[in-house]
């Protein structure tokens, strides 16, 4: 039994003695990749409470996630008198983790509608409620459960063309743990929120997944584990012409109109979802606004580039999805901004990327600080110009 034991030891502590060489080496190195998310069975997920820590995946910023699971500051459901208070819905490109918190379009916002005189003798408050991955869907719910108890006097309702169409769809949607809206057979939208009680999704609040995400703080290789464990499907979403510089996970069956019946029907929906997120702002006093976030290629300073995409799509131009919804507004009394014609002429002319970072190549991905700088000061001047 000795001769058996005494190797096992041996053994132990070569491996206890190499993952904490590896532990300390990952932390030497900078290498962060905490588990940000959370089960959450009326939104599919949401951010963890109180997690901070950096995010190097695209970028490099430090993120604190507040005790409401917003990554913003800390805020009461308390309205002062003289607050204008406006509420974000948004994804990935709101939760903004590429950039450091100051750098993000709406934490600039309050010094850019302050700076043109946007409601004088109010102090302006934005709230942050943009969560990665949402779709329209999320972000309604979000402002039904949560973001209304603010009470804000304004809701900035964030589209992504590249992916929101395809994210209220159930039918194209891949990822299934979240709520959805169907169309009945009269056209109108009920939720479908079954996920929550499916069995994998069940499990996913246990207790012993729970207590991983939580040892997953703590440690770095595990971290590195599981991020290994993800990297075919980060692969596959990442998937593109890189000399063409294809957004990722854009298709182009979003530069056109639809054909397809799933499509026809994602875009019935998302346009759908609009209107009633429009509709219950405005029943609860708040004015409403959405704008159009570009895909990296459609705000690429290189004309030709852009150019080329467009015609190995076989599409007339990159801007369909913001033409669509700015006709969509016009019809249906909605006030809508669509940034991508203006981002656009910008890029070109000063020659910069409002999309991309040194760590993984510009023209790509998310909006760095340029791209967020620009985004405030478009919809700042937008909301002072529009009554």
């Known amino acids: 039994m000795k001769r058996l034991l005494v190797p096992a030891a041996v053994v132990g502590a070569s491996l206890l003695v190499a993952l904490l060489l590896g532990e300390i080496a990952l932390r030497v190195m900078g290498f962060s990749a905490p588990v940000w998310y959370r089960p959450d069975p009326q939104l599919g997920w949401t951010l963890r409470p109180g997690m901070s820590a950096w995010f190097t995946r695209e ?3 430090r993120v604190t996630i507040n005790a409401e699971g917003r990554r913003d500051r800390e ?6 008198d003289d607050v204008y208070r406006i509420v974000v819905l948004g994804d990935s490109y709101s939760e903004a983790m590429q950039v450091e918190r100051e750098q993000a379009y709406w934490w600039l916002l309050p010094g850019r509608l302050a700076s043109c005189g946007f409601q004088k003798g109010k102090r302006i408050e934005v709230l942050n409620f943009g969560v990665s991955g949402y ?18 006097d304004l809701v900035l309702l964030q589209f992504t063309n590249g992916t929101d169409v395809r994210n209220n769809s159930f039918a194209l949607e891949t990822e299934k743990y979240q709520p959805f809206y169907v169309l009945d057979r009269d ?3 009920r939720i479908d929120d079954s996920f929550a009680t499916s069995q994998s999704f069940q499990a996913s609040l246990s207790l012993s997944r729970e207590l991983a995400r ?8 595990l971290q590195l584990v599981r991020s290994v464990r993800e990297v075919p499907v980060v692969r596959k979403a990442h998937a593109g012409d890189d ?25 019935q929906i ?7 997120t429009s509709e219950f702002a405005k029943h609860n006093g708040a004015r409403f606004m959405l704008f159009t976030v570009p895909y990296a290629i459609q705000v690429h300073p290189d004309r030709k580039l852009r150019e080329a995409l467009a015609t190995k799509l076989g599409v007339d131009d990159l801007l369909y999805p913001d033409r669509r919804l700015e006709q969509f507004g016009a019809k249906h ?26 760590n993984v190549g510009m023209g790509r991905g998310h909006w760095n600080a340029d791209g967020h700088r620009a985004a405030a000061e478009l919809i700042a001047q937008h909301l002072c110009t529009t009554p």
Not at 75 to 80: A, F, M
Not at 243 to 267: C, I, S, Y
């Open 59 to 61: 970028g490099r910023a």
């Open 75 to 80: 805020t009461t459901l308390d309205k002062p």
């Open 135 to 152: 779709g329209t869907a999320q972000e309604y719910v979000m402002l039904e459960s949560q973001a209304i108890r603010y009470r804000p």
């Open 187 to 189: 056209g109108r939208l």
């Open 214 to 221: 939580r040892a997953s703080d703590h440690s770095r290789v």
């Open 243 to 267: 000399n063409l510089g294809v957004e990722q996970g854009l298709e182009a069956v979003v530069l056109t109109p639809p054909k397809d019946r799933l499509w026809q029907e994602a875009w």
């Open 270 to 276: 998302t346009e759908g979802l609009i209107g009633m």
């Open 333 to 358: 009394g909605i006030d809508v901004l669509p940034l991508a014609p203006v981002m656009q002429r910008a890029a070109e002319e000063r020659k910069v990327y409002y999309h991309g970072f040194s």
